[in-house]
């Protein structure tokens, strides 16, 4: 079974841009969640899609979003890029609601914003 | 508010012994939670998982263990071994509404393990 995959695995940006990431889950799961991760800080929690719903959202700006599409494939968009939007970026999948059960991570997306 | 908190950024130990990991929480609501391992450039890959209704979950090199009046787990890696080298993360979800649709990460403890 294929796992989890994210593409780009690296992206350059510069301040004011917009950029898209995307994730395909692995096939049957439903769920998809993003993360950041920065230096010293650890996965932070973007948000979660179940069956093209939000789920739930973390403590980040509007700037940050996201969608599910029918087949489970998800998009995440960061509008108006900030220098520390710098960081990787992890998608996670999973059969049930992403902290029901574990979750299946990508390689993530390097995202640098000059 | 760190709900989830990974008090040693680092730890250094022999091939052969005993590893321990530990991870505090704050939440009295978390109800499941996970250790994950992650190599540099790689997305971090599940370990273990323990619910609230156990105290202990083994695994082969690895158990996890559960007290939930202190609030803390922790991971053990017998024997460890030098591919055991990676950064370990806690991870914990649960509560009513959204909640428990996310899982709250600790900000990882790197583990070397020398020969």
């Known amino acids: 079974k294929a796992g989890v995959t994210q593409t780009p695995r690296y992206l350059i940006k510069t301040r004011g841009q917009q950029v898209t990431l995307s994730c395909s889950p692995i096939s049957g799961h439903r769920s998809v969640s993003w993360y950041q991760q920065t230096p010293g800080q650890g996965l932070q929690f973007l948000f979660e899609?179940?069956?093209?719903?939000?789920?739930n959202k973390g403590n980040f700006p509007g700037r940050f979003s996201g969608r599910q599409f029918s087949n489970s494939r998800s998009e995440m968009n960061v509008s108006t890029l900030e220098l520390g939007d710098s960081a990787l970026y992890l998608c996670?999948?999973?059969?049930?609601?992403?902290?029901?059960?574990?979750?299946?991570f990508g390689p993530g997306t390097r995202l640098t914003v000059l | 508010d760190q709900q989830v908190k990974q008090n040693s950024p680092s730890l250094s130990v022999q091939e052969g012994r005993i590893s321990i990991l530990n991870c505090d929480y704050t939440n009295s609501m978390f109800d499941y939670f996970l250790w994950y391992k992650k190599y540099p450039a790689e997305g971090p890959t599940f370990l273990i998982s323990?619910?609230?209704?156990?105290d202990k979950n083994e695994d082969g090199r690895f158990t996890v263990f559960l007290n939930k009046s202190a609030k803390h787990l922790s991971l053990h890696i017998v024997p460890s071994q030098p591919g055991d080298s990676a950064v370990y993360f806690c991870?914990?979800?649960?509560?009513?509404?959204?909640?428990?649709?996310?899982?709250?990460f600790g900000k990882g403890t790197l583990l070397t393990v020398n020969p």
């Open positions: 899609y179940f069956s093209e719903t939000q789920r």
């Open positions: 323990i619910s609230s209704i156990k």
């Open positions: 996670a999948s999973s059969h049930l609601p992403g902290g029901l059960n574990e979750q299946f």
């Open positions: 991870a914990a979800s649960g509560g009513s509404g959204g909640s428990n649709y996310k899982l709250t």
